[in-house]
Each structure stands twice: as C-alpha cells, then as structure tokens.
C-alpha cells in the first residue's frame, strides 16, 4: 500500500484484440457490412453513453498510456438506462454533502427531520462512504464527480483546470438551471473558489458572498447558512444548489467546537464518552439546518418539486474506534463496517413512500444516479461510479483497494475474499475483480492528469477546441 501511495500504479492494460463485452450493445444496434465504411458512432440506445468513435481514437493515439485508456473505456459496459430514469427530469435540486455525517448521528427524538428523509424516498440499505486521503476535499471530489482522487494530490483542486462536462452544475446549467454552490467555510479553502465554478456554480461561501455571525467561531453554524442562502435561489424557476456543510467538523470537545457547545445540554445526559456526546451535540445543527431547509422550501411553495439529497464526505474520523464502537453497541471493524453510513435521496412528493434499494453501492455511485434520475446526458463508460438504479452490478471500492461486490467483499489487507454464502471463492474471478478495482483507480488518474474528457470529447466534435 505505500508503495502504491508512493508511486502509483500502473493499470493493466486490456487485450487490444478481445472482444468488446456482450452486453455492451445489442448486436443490431451497429450493424456491418464487409467493405463499406464504418457508419458514424452513435450513442447506444437504451445506454447511458455519447458518440465516441473509440476505434479510430485508438488507431491515431500515438501516447501508450492515451491508447490503454481508450481501450479499456471502449470496452467497458455501459449503464442501461431503467425505469427510473428520468424520474425526477424537471424537479429542483438540493445536494449536500454534510461534513462529518453518519447513520450513528440520526435518532427519530433528537432529529426528527434527517430521521424522516433517511426512512422515506429512496432507501438505499447498504451504502458506504470510503475515507480518501485528502478527506473533506477527496468526499467531495468521489460524489460530485464518480470518479477517484489520485494519491497524494488535491484532485479537487487539479480538476478546476479541466473540461467537466459531466459534473451537474455544468449539466443543470445547460438546461437552464440557476446553479449555486454554498460553503460555511473559508471560499479559497482546498481551492475551492477554482474547482465549484469549473463544475459550473455561482460559489458563495465565507470571504466571497456569504458572512455569517458565527463565521467567527469553529465550526461555524449551517442553520445560520441555510437561513441566508435559501432566499438566494428559492424563486429561481429552475435552481440546482449544491451544498457543503462544516457544523459537524472534529475535534469533538467542548473546549474546540462551538456547535458541541450550543447544543451540549441536548446530550448531556447520554450514556456515552463526552467525546462521542459532543459529536452528537455538533450533528444537531446540521438538524436544524435541514429542518429550515425543508421549512423556508414549503412556505415558497416548492417542497413538492424539488429533490433533497444528503451525504456524508466521510465517517467521522475525529471519533476512535473505540469511541465509534460506543454509538454501534459493539466493537466496529474498521475495514469495511466503519465506512456504512447513509444516503439521503428524497423529494417532496415522496413523502410518506420508501422505496427500498437492497444493493451494495457508495458515494462514488451518487453523481451517475443523479444523472439518470434527472435524465442527464452522460457517459457512464467514462464513470467510475455506476446508477444504483439500474441494473449494473455493484461495487463499492476503499482507499487501500478493499472492495465489496454482490458475491462478495475483499480484504486487500488479508488478501482474501469471504463470500457472503460460506462457499469457497472463484479466484480467478477475484483476481479480475481486483484488477477492475486497480484499473478504476489508475485510469480515475489519467482522466485528472491528462483532461482526458476534453480530449475525447474535442475528438467526436461534441465541444470546440
């Protein structure tokens, strides 16, 4: 693993000569004829793709590493399209992404409302939310994108520089969409100020068009944020909002944290660790935060056509295991059961109706379910997440390359894969997977490094030079 933090690693590149998989296409969708020119690429119907001409892309690449890249995406399936798809096409949108945030934070007394949104909408009854090395920045990057920061840089912050094409407030905006971006931080913190406006959002946050009276403390309030920046867009015809909140941020202590101080007298009395109290007592603001939220959206009369979707940017690592095994009831295991958490998917006119997801996915798979349920042009072949909704078969991939799928999960530490049945594993199918989650990783950082869907997307003239 240091090694692979170090110096990277280098993706296996696919047989030039294989087959394409399948199910990529139905076989009468690109028909052939002997001797006549290749017909113009298409999109594939039925599939979340665009009309990439990977063949001659291939054949003109002179850089060994661009021509790897082109033929693993070219045989990559692609993400059916389902009956969701399209679902929420025309609603609003409100995503979050909550600092800090677990399922262990929720409790139908002490927050009523996150306790309402997580058990109606979608509900998605295995997700995970992987720790990336650069933590806050890296969550983001993982939800907001569906693909993986690279190691030891601020993927965030290099991607500013590149074509986003299919980041929502760029997609939002090309259907009209006011797009807004909030933070109750500092604005140039992990330069953000540079990666918000590339996705395509008019970024507000502290020093750039948002002051808040308790900026001067840590962390500062998200009630207090929510209250000033809903007024902003909520008579926009259209309006996509996307969200980071800092209530919830570690250290959990009195003597560190101002939202653990607001509302201590609220946990005071709970049988737990004054550490593990405080971080339930900081989590209450993000509470009132979403209840004002859901408040100011039903008094402008738009509750009913807008969609809220929360998660966390990591599990709250300022808590130890042990401290995180009190809230479990049980000592945790840190490989994979530490990183369960929740995904908030609601909207208005599903209150009161849940719509269980019994599928293994995580929080690199939001940004293409939202892109599907909005009914969203995009790639799915250029995505290292996948739609939750849709048939594709899951995989939740960890920092140090653990994975777990529907057969199974794999200890990268251990070098083992458990089946979830008992039997003993296939291994070279494991030995495939891990390559698919090596692969997923290297080429997530030859999109970063190289502004790779400007320049595939340049090649199909689906955007000017």
Known sequence: ELRRVLFGIEPDAPDASAEPAPDKAP???????????????????????????FETLIANEEDEGLKSAHQWFSQRTPTPENLWTGYFEGKNLIWIVAEGFSTLAMDPQRTPTLWKLSHQG????????????????DGEYVTTTGLIPKPGVWSYSLSSENYMPFALGNQFRKEGYKTYAFHDYLYNYYDRDKSHPNMGYDYYALGQGLELESGDTFPPSDLEMMEQIVPMFVSEEKFAVYCLTVSGHLTYTLDTNAMSVRHWDETADLPYSEEVRCYLACQLELELAMESLLRQLEEAGRLED??????????????TDLQYSELLGHEVDPVFEIFQNTLILWSGDMEGTAVHVDKYCSSLDVM????????????????????ILSPADPLVIFANYSFINREGYYNSILDQFTRWDGEEPDLEAVAGMVAEVQNRVAYSGTILDTDYYRLILEWAGMIGP
């Open 27 to 53: 076989p009468d969708l690109e028909p052939t004829v002997p001797d006549s020119p290749r017909p113009t690429p298409e999109a594939i119907p039925g599939f979340h793709t665009l009309p990439i001409d």
């Open 122 to 137: 979608f509900v998605f009854d295995h997700f995970y939310t992987p720790l990336w090395g650069v933590s806050t920045s």
């Open 306 to 319: 807008t969609v809220i979707v929360l998660s966390a940017d990591h599990y709250p690592y300022g808590l």
């Open 368 to 387: 293409p379910t939202l892109s599907n349920l909005f009914g969203l042009d995009y790639d799915s072949r250029l995505i290292m997440g996948s739609d």
